[in-house]
C-alpha cells in the first residue's frame, strides 16, 4: 500500500476576504485597478504564462571561484571577462504575467524551467545542477523579487537584484532585463565563503513568448465573463510535438450507464488519449507497470437562477490501466511510427482510442490507492480483483441516482473528465528538466444527461483539451496551486461569489487534486471583524467501500466521513480526520474536488 500523507492547505493567498468594510471601498476589487470614484476599471485582463523563450546568464566566473571577490560587490564592471551560458526556457512553464488591456500588470508567483545550450565550466555544485535550474519568481514578503535555484531542491544559487519587465502586446513578447545575479546564502556557504553572500557574479536576460490561460472581461473591476483557452499544441500547420512524451486526452466521444445498484448507477466514459509529445509512451499491459493510467471523473455545474452558483464532483471511478495502443490520428496530430514500437508505445502525433463500455468494465480498473498520481509508480498487482463480488456499480463511475434525475436538477449542466497519468512522463522529466509534461493530462467533455432512473448521454460541443473539468465553473475564479515545487502536483481551487438576496453573499469554494500525491485534509477561510455566516455546507463525491487487495489500510476503503466545521471570530476551517487518526481519512485525493461554502452578511473585500 502507498503511504498518502497528508497536506494542510491554507488557502489565504487564493481566497477572497470577507470583512466588515463597505461594498464601495477602494479595496472591494482585487482584479482590477480601481479610480477613485471607487468604479472599478473595465477591460480585458489575460493570465498568460511561457510559450516559449531563451535566457542568458553573464557569469563572472572569477568572483564565483573567489578569485577576485574582493574587488568590489556592488557590480560586475564591463572590463571583467564574462562567461555565456545560454537556455531555453520550458514550454508551458507555469510563470504567470497578467495584462489588462494590453498593458504590463506584472508577473505573478511562478517558475520558468532552464535548458542548458552551451556548456561552460561551473562551479561543482552549480554544475550538478545545471540541468534542473529554475527562475522562481518570489512572492511580495521576499527581500528578493526573483531568484535562480534547483527545481528539484530548491537550493538558491542566484538571487536577482534590480530587474525590470517588459511586455509587447503585439508579439505577446515578455521581457526580464537588467537583473544583477547575487550569490545566494546558500550557494556562499556551499562555496566555503560565506562572507560572498550577496557578492554581484553577473547578469540575467530572458525574453519569452507568452500564451493566455484565462481571459476575463471585467466591468467595473468585476468579472462578467471569462474564457479559458487550451495550452498550446500541435494541429494542423503546426511544426512539431512538444519536447519528450506528453499523453493527453483528445476527445471523450461518448458515455454509457453500464449498470446499477440500489440508488447508485455505474458510468463509463469513451476516451481517446494522443501523444502530444516528440517521444512514445510505453503501453505496456500489467503486470508491467510502464502505462499511463486514468481515473474518470463526473461533474455537475447548478444552483442559482442561470445554474452556475456551485461546481461539484458527483461521480468518480477506479483508474483504467492501459494497455496495447492502436496508432491512429484522431488528434490530428500528425501520427509518425518510425522509430516506435506500435502497439506496445503510443507513437508520436498518434492516438488511441477506448470505448466507454470498456472503461466501465471493472475487472480493467484498479484502485486509486495503488498509484502516485505525480511520479505514475505502481505495483505490480495494482489491478488485483480476487475475492471481489461485484455489483453493478463497482469500480466504476459511482453516481447517486438523484444526483442525476432530470426531475430533481432542471437546468443542470454535465461534465466528463478523464487524465491520463504515465510513468514516463515523470521519469524522462527528471533526465530532461523543463521536458516536464505532467500537468497537461486532463481533458473535459460537457454532456446531456437524460432519463430519471436509467440515464442515457449525450455529448455536447467539443472535448475542452489539456484543462481540468474546474476550468468549466462559469464565472468562477480559478488558481492553481503547486505547494512542492518538482516534488509533487498541483491543485486548483477555484470560487464564486453571488448575492442570492440583497444583503446576502453566498461564498462558493471548490478543491480539486489534480495530481498531488499528498492529500488535503483541511481548508481555511479568513473572515473579517463582525461577518455573521448562515448555511455553511460541505460536499464531497461518493467513496468506493473497501474491497479485498484495494490498496487502502486494511482494505477498508477511504472513508466518506463528512468534514468537520469549525468557525472562530476571524476565520471558518474544515478539517477531515487526520492521517494519524485514520489512514482512510476523508481527504481530498487526486483525481477528487469538494465543495465548501456558506452565505455571510459582508461582501468580498
Same mark, same amino acid.
Request: aromatic share 10%; hydrophobic share 35%.
Given at each position: 500500500?502507498?503511504?498518502?500523507?497528508?497536506?494542510?492547505?491554507?488557502?489565504?493567498?487564493?481566497?477572497?476576504?470577507?470583512?466588515?468594510?463597505?461594498?464601495?471601498?477602494?479595496?472591494?476589487?482585487?482584479?482590477?485597478?480601481?479610480?477613485?470614484?471607487?468604479?472599478?476599471?473595465?477591460?480585458?485582463?489575460?493570465?498568460?504564462?511561457?510559450?516559449?523563450?531563451?535566457?542568458?546568464?553573464?557569469?563572472?566566473?572569477?568572483?564565483?571561484?573567489?578569485?577576485?571577490?574582493?574587488?568590489?560587490?556592488?557590480?560586475?564592471?564591463?572590463?571583467?571577462?564574462?562567461?555565456?551560458?545560454?537556455?531555453?526556457?520550458?514550454?508551458?512553464?507555469?510563470?504567470?504575467?497578467?495584462?489588462?488591456?494590453?498593458?504590463?500588470?506584472?508577473?505573478?508567483?511562478?517558475?520558468?524551467?532552464?535548458?542548458?545550450?552551451?556548456?561552460?565550466?561551473?562551479?561543482?555544485?552549480?554544475?550538478?545542477?545545471?540541468?534542473?535550474?529554475?527562475?522562481?519568481?518570489?512572492?511580495?514578503?521576499?527581500?528578493?523579487?526573483?531568484?535562480?535555484?534547483?527545481?528539484?531542491?530548491?537550493?538558491?544559487?542566484?538571487?536577482?537584484?534590480?530587474?525590470?519587465?517588459?511586455?509587447?502586446?503585439?508579439?505577446?513578447?515578455?521581457?526580464?532585463?537588467?537583473?544583477?545575479?547575487?550569490?545566494?546564502?546558500?550557494?556562499?556557504?556551499?562555496?566555503?565563503?560565506?562572507?560572498?553572500? !550577496? *557578492?554581484? /557574479?553577473?547578469?540575467? @536576460?530572458?525574453?519569452?513568448?507568452? %500564451? +493566455?490561460?484565462?481571459?476575463?472581461? #471585467?466591468? $467595473?473591476?468585476?468579472?462578467?465573463?471569462?474564457?479559458?483557452?487550451?495550452?498550446?499544441?500541435?494541429?494542423?500547420?503546426?511544426?512539431?510535438?512538444?519536447?519528450?512524451?506528453?499523453?493527453?486526452?483528445?476527445?471523450?466521444?461518448?458515455?454509457?450507464?453500464?449498470?446499477?445498484?440500489?440508488?447508485?448507477? !455505474? *458510468?463509463? /466514459?469513451?476516451?481517446? @488519449?494522443?501523444?502530444?509529445?516528440? %517521444? +512514445?509512451?510505453?503501453?505496456?499491459? #500489467?503486470? $508491467?507497470?510502464?502505462?499511463?493510467?486514468?481515473?474518470?471523473?463526473?461533474?455537475?455545474?447548478?444552483?442559482?437562477?442561470?445554474?452556475?452558483?456551485?461546481?461539484?464532483?458527483?461521480?468518480?471511478?477506479?483508474?483504467?490501466?492501459?494497455?496495447?495502443?492502436?496508432?491512429?490520428?484522431?488528434?490530428?496530430? !500528425?501520427?509518425?511510427?518510425?522509430?516506435?514500437?506500435?502497439?506496445?508505445?503510443?507513437? +508520436?502525433?498518434?492516438?488511441?482510442?477506448?470505448?466507454?463500455?470498456?472503461?466501465?468494465?471493472?475487472?480493467?480498473?484498479?484502485?486509486?490507492?495503488?498509484?502516485?498520481?505525480?511520479?505514475?509508480?505502481?505495483?505490480?498487482?495494482?489491478?488485483?480483483?480476487?475475492?471481489?463480488?461485484?455489483?453493478?456499480?463497482?469500480?466504476?463511475?459511482?453516481?447517486?441516482?438523484?444526483?442525476?434525475?432530470?426531475?430533481?436538477?432542471?437546468?443542470?449542466?454535465?461534465?466528463?473528465?478523464?487524465?491520463?497519468?504515465?510513468?514516463?512522463?515523470?521519469?524522462?522529466?527528471?533526465?530532461?528538466?523543463?521536458?516536464?509534461?505532467?500537468?497537461?493530462?486532463?481533458?473535459?467533455?460537457?454532456?446531456?444527461?437524460?432519463?430519471?432512473?436509467?440515464?442515457?448521454?449525450?455529448?455536447?460541443?467539443?472535448?475542452?483539451?489539456?484543462?481540468?473539468?474546474?476550468?468549466?465553473?462559469?464565472?468562477?475564479?480559478?488558481?492553481?496551486?503547486?505547494?512542492?515545487?518538482?516534488?509533487?502536483?498541483?491543485?486548483?481551487?477555484?470560487?464564486?461569489?453571488?448575492?442570492?438576496?440583497?444583503?446576502?453573499?453566498?461564498?462558493?469554494?471548490?478543491?480539486?487534486?489534480?495530481?498531488?500525491?499528498?492529500?488535503?485534509?483541511?481548508?481555511?477561510?479568513?473572515?473579517?471583524?463582525?461577518?455573521?455566516?448562515?448555511?455553511?455546507?460541505?460536499?464531497?463525491?461518493?467513496?468506493?467501500?473497501?474491497?479485498?487487495?484495494?490498496?487502502?489500510?486494511?482494505?477498508?476503503?477511504?472513508?466518506?466521513?463528512?468534514?468537520?466545521?469549525?468557525?472562530?471570530?476571524?476565520?471558518?476551517?474544515?478539517?477531515?480526520?487526520?492521517?494519524?487518526?485514520?489512514?482512510?481519512?476523508?481527504?481530498?485525493?487526486?483525481?477528487?474536488?469538494?465543495?465548501?461554502?456558506?452565505?455571510?452578511?459582508?461582501?468580498?473585500?
Amino acid at each position: 500500500m502507498l503511504k498518502i500523507s497528508i497536506l494542510t492547505a491554507f488557502m489565504l493567498p487564493l481566497l477572497l476576504f470577507i470583512s466588515s468594510r463597505d461594498e464601495g471601498s477602494p479595496n472591494a476589487s482585487s482584479a482590477a485597478n480601481t479610480s477613485p470614484s471607487g468604479q472599478g476599471q473595465s477591460g480585458t485582463l489575460q493570465k498568460m504564462i511561457v510559450a516559449s523563450g531563451s535566457a542568458t546568464m553573464d557569469l563572472d566566473l572569477d568572483r564565483i571561484n573567489g578569485i577576485s571577490s574582493t574587488t568590489g560587490r556592488s557590480e560586475t564592471t564591463s572590463s571583467q571577462k564574462l562567461s555565456e551560458l545560454h537556455f531555453a526556457v520550458a514550454p508551458n512553464s507555469f510563470f504567470p504575467v497578467l495584462v489588462f488591456n494590453n498593458m504590463l500588470r506584472g508577473p505573478k508567483p511562478g517558475s520558468m524551467g532552464l535548458v542548458p545550450q552551451n556548456n561552460v565550466v561551473l562551479p561543482p555544485a552549480l554544475s550538478a545542477s545545471l540541468n534542473r535550474l529554475a527562475i522562481e519568481k518570489i512572492g511580495p514578503s521576499d527581500p528578493f523579487d526573483m531568484s535562480v535555484r534547483d527545481a528539484m531542491s530548491g537550493f538558491v544559487f542566484f538571487n536577482i537584484q534590480g530587474n525590470h519587465y517588459d511586455y509587447d502586446a503585439s508579439s505577446q513578447s515578455f521581457g526580464i532585463h537588467g537583473g544583477r545575479l547575487l550569490i545566494s546564502k546558500e550557494f556562499a556557504t556551499a562555496l566555503g565563503r560565506r562572507a560572498d553572500a !550577496g *557578492l554581484v /557574479v553577473g547578469k540575467i @536576460s530572458v525574453r519569452t513568448t507568452m %500564451q +493566455p490561460i484565462e481571459i476575463t472581461q #471585467l466591468v $467595473n473591476g468585476k468579472p462578467n465573463s471569462m474564457v479559458l483557452p487550451p495550452l498550446s499544441q500541435r494541429g494542423p500547420g503546426a511544426p512539431t510535438l512538444v519536447p519528450g512524451p506528453d499523453i493527453i486526452v483528445g476527445d471523450l466521444p461518448d458515455m454509457v450507464q453500464v449498470g446499477n445498484a440500489g440508488s447508485q448507477v !455505474g *458510468l463509463g /466514459v469513451a476516451t481517446t @488519449s494522443c501523444n502530444n509529445g516528440d %517521444q +512514445p509512451v510505453n503501453f505496456f499491459a #500489467l503486470p $508491467n507497470t510502464d502505462h499511463p493510467f486514468f481515473p474518470q471523473n463526473f461533474y455537475r455545474m447548478s444552483g442559482g437562477t442561470d445554474n452556475t452558483v456551485r461546481f461539484e464532483q458527483i461521480g468518480q471511478a477506479w483508474i483504467k490501466h492501459t494497455f496495447g495502443a492502436d496508432e491512429g490520428d484522431d488528434c490530428n496530430l !500528425g501520427c509518425n511510427t518510425s522509430n516506435c514500437t506500435q502497439f506496445s508505445q503510443l507513437c +508520436p502525433g498518434c492516438s488511441d482510442p477506448y470505448l466507454a463500455d470498456e472503461n466501465g468494465f471493472y475487472n480493467l480498473l484498479g484502485s486509486r490507492a495503488w498509484v502516485n498520481p505525480f511520479t505514475g509508480a505502481m505495483p505490480s498487482t495494482a489491478a488485483n480483483h480476487n475475492g471481489h463480488l461485484h455489483d453493478g456499480v463497482s469500480h466504476r463511475i459511482r453516481v447517486n441516482v438523484d444526483d442525476l434525475n432530470t426531475t430533481l436538477n432542471t437546468g443542470a449542466t454535465y461534465f466528463a473528465e478523464a487524465a491520463y497519468l504515465d510513468p514516463l512522463e515523470y521519469t524522462w522529466c527528471q533526465a530532461h528538466p523543463g521536458q516536464c509534461n505532467m500537468y497537461n493530462n486532463a481533458s473535459y467533455r460537457k454532456f446531456l444527461v437524460s432519463g430519471t432512473t436509467n440515464f442515457t448521454f449525450s455529448p455536447v460541443g467539443q472535448a475542452v483539451r489539456m484543462q481540468p473539468a474546474i476550468m468549466a465553473w462559469t464565472g468562477a475564479t480559478v488558481n492553481q496551486v503547486q505547494p512542492d515545487p518538482g516534488n509533487d502536483g498541483i491543485s486548483f481551487v477555484g470560487y464564486k461569489v453571488t448575492s442570492p438576496a440583497p444583503g446576502v453573499y453566498h461564498y462558493e469554494y471548490a478543491v480539486y487534486n489534480y495530481n498531488l500525491d499528498r492529500s488535503i485534509q483541511s481548508f481555511s477561510v479568513p473572515l473579517g471583524a463582525g461577518a455573521n455566516l448562515s448555511n455553511i455546507g460541505f460536499h464531497a463525491p461518493p467513496q468506493e467501500p473497501g474491497w479485498a487487495n484495494d490498496g487502502t489500510f486494511n482494505n477498508q476503503g477511504y472513508s466518506g466521513m463528512p468534514w468537520v466545521v469549525t468557525q472562530a471570530s476571524d476565520s471558518i476551517t474544515w478539517n477531515s480526520e487526520t492521517f494519524a487518526q485514520n489512514q482512510n481519512a476523508n481527504a481530498i485525493r487526486f483525481g477528487t474536488l469538494y465543495n465548501f461554502r456558506f452565505d455571510a452578511d459582508q461582501p468580498p473585500q
